[in-house]
């Protein structure tokens, strides 16, 4: 199930759909991260953070039985909200995507840090429910499926305003959506949001009840917090405890926590709140851990209770093209009933005890620490692990299992557009890797073909290869800003026809990319490039890099 939508689009001959080229084959693709943070050697018992690496943000868990599943944001890239299985915690296998079909959301026109907002994941007798925000294009809403790994229904649509819906259900059988939204006062200043609540009909599958605010600013509204988001509903004994994200999803992120002797109010801070941040830190010295907030948290198999949450791993002083990751700690509780996900000051540890019974998993395919990926394409359906900007509207790709390649078709649509161009990627998980793809020169004059790492429409290099009036060429394309993009470098290549490998390798705030068309070391294109263009920091937005195999057609 986990590669359906790949199977589904690409099996189906769309009416009126144009070829604009001759699909070009990538025979393999691969990528290798080596990171320091993940140089640390773990004992048995242990395992690395972040358990996902690379761009896994806003991350929501839910308990059934023995099994955990996870969940993550993902903006325009489709398909839409991965959701990964573990009974440990700590090792985790992908087995789907919530948003699979191309019909389920409008993706139509929006950038790449729009789209699904923070969805938040839970169960109840026998039914996942997944509720979420299409920003831009419908707003709040809820799918549904009996297996986690699909299918998963078409989505029903809610009118209230705001972000981060969460459906909880309590131990009497009622259910609970919390969310993100204006305040039911005029804002007091900029960021002034408010945590509400309104109970929702399980058999019906609709709100009903009056709407109520639960948390208006944040812990004290006297020092003005600014985006109390990212809510969750939990019970506890006698108490309903509140948890939700306050300060923004930068430097200045926190997890705070609230109680109440009802679901709906009235909830009390804790006097020694936040339960988490690190915006006391210095987040420039080397292995800093920054902008921890947006957890949620869940019983682990070891009885004791267990946080997932988001956080960055910047360098150079504050750079990072992995975007905000999955991190896991144990909640530890106080003597008066108060959850602590870290004490204050302390830093975010790469290396922790796992819970009881879990042990860490060298098999299958890696999501974090250092490693080496590569896809050959030998098979008919394609890795989970590959997406693409917005929802195709034809199959410009398939997979040639005779020859192992994966072909895509050139079209006009380029990655610095707002459409779904042809370009299937990965994200990328280290701030220094290397990257590779073998490709056939396209034949046709106006064609291009090769590696893309891109971060967003704006901020993003192109290497390719293409057929110029002298013959075949090697390029490389930057873009750092809106209207920037340029050709930096060119090269002839010895042969017209016939295979090129392109290779990218990115450390820190630098990047170097070369080619080969034979044995031998790659000859270099450019040795010194810009690599912080791939950074948040740069481009603004929400997402982490992403890196893979493109084609296009110039109009």
Request: overall charge negative; proline content about 8%.
């Amino acid at each position: 199930m986990s590669r359906l939508p790949f199977l589904a689009l690409a099996s189906v001959m769309i009416p009126g759909a144009l070829t604009a080229a001759e699909p070009v084959a990538f025979d393999w693709f691969e990528y290798t991260g080596r990171d320091t943070a993940f140089e640390q050697p773990i004992a048995p018992g242990q395992f690395r953070n972040p358990i996902l690496s690379g761009f896994y943000p806003d991350p929501s868990i839910c308990r059934v039985g023995d099994d955990y599943y996870l969940i993550n944001s993902t903006f325009a890239y489709f398909p839409g909200i991965p959701i990964f299985h573990s009974r440990d915690l700590v090792n985790w296998k992908q087995v789907g995507h919530v948003i699979h079909r191309p019909e389920q959301l409008p993706y139509d026109g929006l950038g790449v840090s729009r789209a699904i907002f923070a969805p938040a994941i839970s169960y109840h007798d026998g039914t996942f429910y997944v509720v979420c925000t299409m920003v831009d294009a419908g707003g709040n809403f809820l799918v549904t499926a009996k297996d986690p790994a699909g299918p998963w229904s078409d989505p029903i649509w809610f009118d209230f305003e705001g972000i981060d819906p969460s459906l909880c259900f309590m131990e009497d059988g009622r259910a609970w959506m919390l969310n993100n939204g204006a305040p039911a006062e005029t804002p007091r200043y900029d960021g002034h949001r408010a945590i509400w609540i309104q109970e929702f009909d399980i058999a019906a599958k609709k709100l009903v009840g009056p709407r109520q605010v639960l948390v208006n600013g944040g812990v004290d509204i006297s020092k003005k917090p600014v985006w109390i988001e990212g809510p969750h509903l939990y019970q506890r004994g006698d108490w309903y405890y509140l948890c939700a994200a306050e300060g923004g999803t930068s430097e200045n992120h926190s997890q705070v926590i609230l109680r109440s002797k009802s679901p709906t109010g009235p909830f009390v801070p804790w006097e020694k709140n936040p339960i988490l941040t690190q915006r006391d830190l210095d987040g420039s010295v080397p292995l800093a851990v920054t902008s921890t907030g947006h957890a949620d948290l869940v019983i682990g198999p070891d009885g004791n209770w267990w946080s997932v949450f988001l956080a960055c791993r910047p360098y150079g002083g504050k750079w990072y093209a992995t975007g905000r990751e999955t991190f896991l700690l144990p909640v530890t509780w106080t003597d008066d009933d108060w959850p602590v996900i870290l004490p204050p000051g302390e830093r975010v540890p790469y290396v922790v005890d796992a819970p009881r019974a879990a042990s860490v998993n060298t098999t299958g395919t890696p999501l974090t620490g250092n490693f080496t990926w590569r896809d050959d394409f030998a098979a008919s359906e394609l890795s989970p692990l590959w997406i693409m900007l917005r929802t195709p509207k034809e199959p410009w790709w398939s997979v040639d299992t005779a020859a192992s390649t994966v072909r895509l078709t050139p079209r006009a649509e380029k990655v610095s557009g707002n459409a779904n161009p042809s370009y299937l990627a990965r994200r990328v998980h280290h701030a220094r890797f290397e990257a590779a793809t073998a490709l056939m020169i396209p034949a046709e004059p106006g064609v291009s073909a090769g590696l893309v790492v891109f971060q967003s429409e704006t901020h993003h290099y192109f290497m390719g290869v293409r057929q110029s009036r002298d013959g075949a060429e090697v390029f490389l394309e930057k873009s750092a800003g809106k209207d920037s993009a340029a050709i930096v470098a060119t090269t002839p290549l010895k042969q017209r026809m016939g295979a090129v490998k392109l290779h990218v390798k990115m450390h820190d705030e630098r990047a170097s990319f070369a080619f080969s068309t034979g044995p031998g070391a790659p000859t270099v294109l450019v040795p010194d490039a810009d690599a912080t263009i791939l950074t948040t920091q740069a481009s603004w937005g929400f997402v982490g890099a992403t890196i893979g195999m493109h084609a296009r057609v110039e109009k």
